[in-house]
């Protein structure tokens, strides 16, 4: 009864808080589960298909070129003539230790050849998140202190014409008129081959070919986080304390960034995480486009070759990749907004 009472007359402020920590361990379990799903996923299938599972594993045109021993060795590997529970067992095991298998085709193991391309795709997701959310707020902040006027109108016409183009074709039409016509930008690639640069110059030379790829992803996730933040900002400029602000004689620059941008934050930053994975699959397609060195060239090259386990392997690595970004992105609310963080 005291709880009820103590419940009754508790600012709603803190009851916000108090929800808003418990959904934050409850976000936290749901990666652990949504994680530990996909594994099993991932264990049960090639299991649970007909036949043999090493045959739905690697594939029957790999099985083709394996010497039995090397069949007798993968099958005591994956523990596939044991029970379904040691196996599953075997299975964790095996990813603890860092173990997805063994690329056919590269002849080395799955993770080896992941972290040589891993790296590449990570630089190129990461900084297109962050110079898309970070223009996006910007921008969005910009259009929605000035909404109705010219400025308003370009930014949000010309975003809206560039949202329409998926990511492969806005790569590929800025490949065909800076990297064909103008000559401007290579074609292809991460670094210049055999080029020896060090450096500043090998600093230079990866911005230069990072410049395209990078340019398309940015100019098509930019409309999201632009919307979202011009459209905060505008409701946000008409509460109480914005009207507050002004009365008290704030610069307008404070007020635009300060007070009402400063609150568009947090929108933004769940919006950047529900689009991460989004992104990344974005990344894939222009990295086939313009050759560059990461997974989705990888990727690409494991179904020309039906590479099975680098295959799942390399879904996997991204799977992981996207729930950790989320999580991560999760955690960083606390450093926006200072109420969260007394709740936990």
Same mark, same amino acid.
Request: with cysteine; net charge positive.
């Given at each position: 009864?005291?709880?009820c009472?103590?419940?009754?007359n508790?600012?709603?402020p803190?009851?916000?808080l108090? #929800?808003?920590?418990?959904?934050?361990?409850?976000?936290?379990?749901?990666?652990? &589960?949504?994680?530990?799903?996909i594994?099993?996923?991932?264990?049960?299938?090639?299991r649970l298909?007909?036949?043999?599972?090493l045959?739905a594993?690697y594939?029957?045109?790999a099985?083709? &070129?394996?010497t039995p021993?090397?069949?007798?060795?993968?099958?005591?590997?994956f523990?596939?003539?044991?029970?379904l529970?040691e196996? $599953?067992l075997?299975?964790?095991?095996?990813l603890c230790r860092?173990?997805l298998g063994?690329?056919y $085709?590269?002849n080395?193991?799955?993770?080896?050849?992941i972290?040589g391309?891993?790296?590449w795709?990570?630089?190129?997701?990461?900084l297109?998140?962050? #110079?898309?959310?970070?223009?996006?707020?910007?921008l969005g902040?910009?259009s929605?202190f *000035?909404?109705?006027?010219?400025?308003d109108r &370009?930014?949000?016409?010309g975003?809206?014409?560039?949202?329409?183009?998926?990511?492969?074709?806005?790569?590929i039409?800025?490949?065909l008129?800076f990297?064909?016509?103008?000559s401007? &930008?290579?074609l292809?690639?991460?670094?210049?081959? $055999?080029?020896?640069?060090s450096?500043?110059?090998l600093?230079?030379d990866?911005l230069?070919?990072l410049?395209?790829?990078l340019g398309?992803?940015?100019?098509?996730?930019? !409309?999201?986080?632009y919307?979202?933040?011009?459209?905060t900002?505008?409701? !946000?400029?008409g509460?109480?304390?914005?009207?507050?602000?002004?009365?008290?004689?704030?610069?307008?620059?404070?007020? *635009?960034y300060?007070?009402?941008?400063?609150?568009t934050l947090?929108?933004?930053v769940?919006?950047a995480?529900?689009?991460?994975?989004?992104?990344?699959?974005?990344?894939?397609f222009?990295? #086939?486009?313009?050759?560059?060195?990461?997974l989705?060239?990888?990727?690409?090259?494991?179904?020309?070759t039906?590479?099975y386990?680098l295959?799942?392997?390399?879904l996997?690595? #991204?799977?992981i990749?996207v729930?950790?970004?989320?999580?991560?992105?999760?955690v960083f $609310?606390s450093k926006?907004?200072?109420r969260?963080?007394?709740?936990?």
């Amino acid at each position: 009864m005291q709880e009820c009472v103590r419940a009754k007359n508790e600012p709603a402020p803190n009851k916000i808080l108090k #929800i808003t920590a418990g959904l934050k361990k409850a976000a936290f379990l749901n990666y652990v &589960v949504a994680l530990f799903l996909i594994l099993t996923i991932n264990f049960l299938v090639p299991r649970l298909m007909p036949g043999d599972p090493l045959q739905a594993i690697y594939g029957s045109e790999a099985l083709l &070129v394996i010497t039995p021993e090397l069949q007798e060795e993968l099958t005591h590997r994956f523990s596939l003539d044991r029970p379904l529970g040691e196996q $599953y067992l075997s299975y964790l095991t095996s990813l603890c230790r860092g173990d997805l298998g063994h690329s056919y $085709y590269y002849n080395t193991p799955v993770l080896k050849v992941i972290s040589g391309f891993l790296p590449w795709t990570l630089l190129l997701a990461g900084l297109a998140l962050l #110079i898309s959310t970070l223009l996006g707020f910007f921008l969005g902040v910009e259009s929605g202190f *000035r909404r109705g006027r010219t400025l308003d109108r &370009v930014l949000l016409g010309g975003v809206m014409l560039f949202s329409g183009f998926p990511d492969f074709f806005m790569g590929i039409v800025l490949l065909l008129f800076f990297g064909v016509f103008l000559s401007l &930008v290579p074609l292809s690639g991460a670094l210049t081959p $055999y080029a020896g640069h060090s450096g500043l110059l090998l600093v230079m030379d990866l911005l230069h070919h990072l410049a395209l790829p990078l340019g398309a992803l940015v100019l098509v996730r930019l !409309t999201g986080t632009y919307l979202l933040t011009r459209n905060t900002m505008i409701t !946000t400029l008409g509460e109480a304390f914005i009207l507050t602000a002004r009365a008290k004689g704030c610069p307008e620059r404070v007020i *635009r960034y300060r007070h009402a941008g400063r609150n568009t934050l947090l929108p933004v930053v769940t919006a950047a995480g529900l689009q991460f994975a989004h992104l990344v699959t974005g990344t894939l397609f222009v990295e #086939i486009v313009f050759s560059y060195p990461g997974l989705g060239s990888l990727l690409y090259k494991s179904l020309l070759t039906r590479d099975y386990p680098l295959m799942v392997g390399i879904l996997l690595v #991204i799977t992981i990749v996207v729930l950790t970004i989320n999580l991560l992105l999760d955690v960083f $609310y606390s450093k926006l907004d200072p109420r969260v963080a007394k709740c936990t």
